[in-house]
Nanobody
Framework: QVQLVESRGGLVQPGGSLTLSCVAS????????MGWYRQAPGKQRELVAM???????????SVKGRFTISRDNAKNTAKNTVYLQMNSLKLEDTAVYYC?????????WGQGTQVTVSS
């Protein structure tokens, strides 16, 4: 089993920055991908960014150049952490952001955290 705890989102002005974190604990040794999804009101959940265990990343087109995903696989601990650095935030980035991790056994989701971009 894997437990995910996301950091709190928040209210940010357009052009501002915010960093989200998600700590995965439990059986994390075989997690091969960690990522962030988001769901805006009335829209389907979409992939924002993902990072593979080897460090390869993938981004949704609208966030390329603005968002950065990174991963900390701390040694000798049963925790992996994934970060989403969000810069130059736009109104359309407003959504509930979800952390997701995948192992050969299952996919796990965080509880979701609200990010609101508004002036």
């Amino acid at each position: 089993q894997v437990q995910l705890v996301e950091s709190r989102g928040g209210l940010v002005q357009p052009g501002g920055s915010l960093t989200l974190s998600c700590v995965a604990s439990g059986t994390v040794f075989d997690i091969y991908v960690m990522g962030w999804y988001r769901q805006a009101p009335g829209k389907q959940r979409e992939l924002v960014a993902m990072i593979m265990r080897g460090g390869n990343t993938n981004y949704e087109d609208s966030v390329k150049g603005r968002f950065t995903i990174s991963r900390d696989n701390a040694k000798n601990t049963a925790k992996n952490t994934v970060y989403l650095q969000m810069n130059s935030l736009k109104l359309e980035d407003t959504a509930v952001y979800y952390c997701q991790v995948a192992s050969p056994r299952a996919h796990y989701w965080g509880q979701g955290t609200q990010v609101t971009v508004s002036s």
